[in-house]
């Protein structure tokens, strides 16, 4: 929603100056259709020349979903970090291979079907899966683990990081597509210059400059922004795979489950943070 609202301000913003200024609306108006052909055609088709598709799908599939919450709130990171103390504790009690059936099964687990919001998202579920078996069958020790969860996680967050450096080029992009535009406008206004009264003349290159106009506030007031909002939601989606690495390479290393636990309660952003005791009196109900 605040991106609307953003894009909202910058608009009335902009436009609501320049004709409290006194300029006229109608001016930028009759120019920017062709002006918008020009630039936001051309930034679109560099944007999938220098892109995959998949990238190019994510990018717009991001976008889009910027105007709903992040994926993961507050109680979907305790419900995540209730998993964990679960699979922990069985691990404790009842040793690693009590816990086989669920990492291979996890649709007919009595613990992850608890957790519908981790079921639904498969990377994650995939992610903690296969973290787990490794732990079951691969007999590494823990900084081992920790190696390899780390590079699996590098992998992950530059790979959601695709949509928004590609976004934000195209918004470095587009002042120069509004030069181009604009250069267009003043070819235009050369061929009539010796035809052409002064009035028409200086109308044309007032045309050719909101070309030049809407690069810079296309660039600066809206795909840049949508760009840093990409950025940010991609981190704030790859925090849960952090949490679940950091639990259980603290088990590995010899935590109890709830120190553990504490220990992947730590990286949470302050807004999606659950207090200690409030995350405490979760995990009690979780036993």
Do not use: W
């Amino acid at each position: 929603m605040l991106i609307i609202i953003g894009a909202i301000v910058v608009t009335f913003c902009v436009f609501g100056g320049f004709m409290i200024a006194g300029g006229n609306i109608m001016t930028v108006a009759e120019a920017a259709a062709i002006e918008m052909l020009i630039i936001g055609g051309g930034a679109f088709g560099a944007f999938m020349m220098g892109n995959s598709m998949k990238t190019v799908k994510e990018s717009l599939g991001g976008t889009v979903a910027l105007l709903k919450p992040a994926k993961f709130q507050r109680q979907d990171y305790i419900d995540l970090l209730k998993l964990l103390y679960e699979i922990l504790q069985k691990i404790r009690k009842d040793g690693l291979m009590s816990i086989e059936d669920h990492v291979e099964n996890p649709e007919n687990s009595t613990i992850f079907q608890n957790y519908p919001k981790v079921m639904a998202d498969h990377h994650l579920l995939d992610f903690t899966t296969d973290c787990l078996r490794l732990i079951i069958g691969g007999n590494l020790a823990p900084h081992e683990l920790e190696s390899l969860l780390e590079v699996e996680l590098e992998t992950h967050h530059k790979e959601m990081a695709h949509p928004s450096h590609a976004v934000q080029k195209v918004a470095d992009g587009l002042p120069a597509f509004g030069i181009v535009a604009a250069v267009l406008g003043i070819v235009k206004v050369m061929s009539i210059v010796g035809d052409a009264p002064p009035a028409v003349i200086g109308q044309k290159v007032a045309g050719a400059l909101v070309g030049t106009f809407l690069g810079i506030l296309l660039g600066y007031g809206y795909v840049g922004p949508v760009a840093s909002a990409l950025e940010q939601r991609a981190h704030e989606d790859g925090k849960a795979f952090e949490l679940v690495k950091m639990a259980l390479i603290a088990y590995l290393r010899g935590y109890p489950p709830q120190v553990a636990i504490e220990f992947a309660r730590k990286l949470l952003f302050t807004e999606f943070r659950p207090s200690f005791q409030d995350l405490e009196a979760e995990l009690k109900g979780a036993k």
